[in-house]
Antibody, heavy 120, light 110 residues
């Protein structure tokens, strides 16, 4: 069974940093592009970033470019997201999601999410 | 990148069919056959229902179908059931090698 388990969320002050992780199991992690999607409380889904299978190619939403960094460790089956220069607008549940193959072809499945709250 | 346009809400009675639209541009929906649809029940994780415009993942009911015409994609749910009541989101790959979601549609089963 494919499982994605996020961790690392919490309360952080504006301007602060945070590192999210996603532990993957049940599939050949290195064969799939991986993604982060966020959802602010009561709001819709927002794509955040995608990383290619080998980690050589990364893609970011304009809203996070230059502040967030996605990375992966294919030996440890783990996906990471480093969040920097955080603002209140970054408060959301952050979901880790596996691409069917590439980022274009749908995300399945999704992890349970980890909540990031940016507040003083 | 502007979000794709979806109706805020749709409704239908059990047994009826409903269609949710998702309008983008030639730079996303109209330019690629990479539209996906997700179902999200309150408090739950999104679930992939349709990928590559028309394909259903294994385990998804054949009451769900997808289509596209020009810059607008559509999700049709036939034989509406109470369990279909949820939020639905479309997404599309874009020419900037990014992904964009729609604003979401709340489906109410009357």
């Amino acid at each position: 069974e494919v499982q994605l388990v996020e961790s690392g969320g919490g309360l952080v002050q504006p301007g602060g940093s945070l590192r999210l992780s996603c532990a993957a199991s049940g599939f050949t992690f290195g064969a799939y592009a991986m993604n982060w999607v966020r959802q602010a409380p009561g709001k819709g889904l927002e794509w955040v970033t995608t990383i290619s299978t080998g980690g050589d190619d990364t893609y970011y939403a304009d809203s996070v470019k230059g502040r967030f960094t996605i990375s992966r460790d294919n030996l440890k089956n783990t996906l990471h997201l480093h969040l920097d220069s955080l603002t209140a607008e970054d408060s959301a549940v952050y979901y880790c999601a596996k691409s069917r193959f590439t980022m274009a072809q749908g995300f399945d499945p999704w992890g349970q999410g980890t909540l990031v709250t940016v507040s003083s | 990148q502007s979000a794709l346009t979806q109706p805020a809400s749709v409704s239908g009675s059990p047994g009826q069919s409903v269609t949710i639209s998702c309008t983008g541009t030639s730079g996303d929906v109209g330019g690629f056959d990479y539209v996906s649809w997700y179902q999200q029940h309150p408090g739950e994780v999104p679930k992939l229902m349709i990928y590559d415009v028309t394909y259903r993942p294994s385990g998804v009911s054949n009451r769900f179908s997808g289509s596209k015409s020009g810059n607008t994609a559509s999700l049709t749910i036939s034989g509406l059931q109470a369990e279909d009541e949820a939020d639905y989101y479309c997404s599309s790959y874009t020419r900037r090698s990014t992904l964009v979601f729609g604003g979401g549609t709340k489906l109410t089963v009357l």
